[in-house]
């Protein structure tokens, strides 16, 4: 019997720091990388990790391999997101760590989907017509090889990180402050977070054409979604990955549906972040339906998240990730 552990965890701007800057990256590897040892995880997707420059070599993951030094996934190759090269992206980049096979990858941006396109009402100077409303995210796909020793063990892993709420900005709308941005208008505010929902439904969508065009080459392949959507449960992105029937009102796709495995979490455990005093659940993991049989349970680490939304939260009082990790169990046999 294979048992396989999957996690899912936003680092939160995983990154060094300059010398006189708190927190340093060493306090934070301090809290955190016992969280790392706790996941036992086989396979962890991670978000938000920044890549770092050393002269003559291009930009890497080292802040990364630091943090996983000395746990399970020590050493482990590290799929990740890249621009143009071999380089890493600057900044938040999504990773797959794992030391089992990974036979192939992707990442996809606008690939499945166009890129949107609006004309902004409040900007100034006003837009002369619709625009490319850009993507900051791809998708990262791997097709990992969960038991080599055995035919059809294949396991497609899609990492996700869904644009956040936060509204996109808008020319001529945001005077950016030390304390954050004041907009000049509620409707621009109000645009700019249209334009937020408008980018991660378009990841969404792209995640779902990605899920459907897997399952057309390979009605029982077996899929996880996972990572950071940026939406509770019963928000649209997420149940625009999930396809239930409920919404198609087709049972020809049951097949096809996605499992949020959380549902397997009691309801008062059930959160990843904690705003504003409400435990919020927008780090998911959605999986096929023939991965049921397999699943084993669920964890969801949140018992020393902090309210991210308090006066005082500071980065230097809270160094580790305002986001709690999930982890799943499967047993293959």
Known sequence: MTQIRIATFNLENFDETAANERPTLGDRIALMRPQITRLRADIACFQEVHGQERPGQPRDLLALKELLAGTNLDGAPLVSTKPAGNAVFDVRNLVIATHLPVLKHQQLKND???????????????????????IERPILHAQIDIDHAAPGRLLHVINVHLKSKIPSDIPGQVISTRKGDIWLTADSWAEGSFLSSMKRMSQALEVRRLIDQILDD????????????????????????????????????????????????????????????????????????????????????????????????????????????????????
């Open 112 to 134: 499945l989907v166009a890129e949107p396109r609006y004309q902004r009402l409040t900007a100034q100077p006003p837009d002369p017509g619709p625009v490319p409303i850009g």
């Open 218 to 333: 390979d009605p029982d392949a077996r899929v996880i979604v996972t990572g950071d959507f940026n939406a509770e449960p019963e928000e649209v992105p997420v149940l625009a990955i999930c396809g239930n029937i409920e919404d198609t009102s087709n049972g020809d796709l049951a097949t096809r549906v996605l499992v949020p495995i959380e549902h397997t979490i009691p309801k008062e455990a059930r959160y990843t972040l904690f705003h504003h005093g409400r435990g919020q659940m927008i780090d998911h993991m959605l999986v096929t339906r023939n991965l049921l049989a397999h699943y084993r349970g669920s964890e969801i680490h949140n018992e020393i998240l902090h309210d991210d939304s308090i006066a005082f939260a500071t980065d230097i009082k809270y160094p580790e990730s305002d986001h709690a990790p999930v982890v799943a169990g499967f047993d293959f046999d």
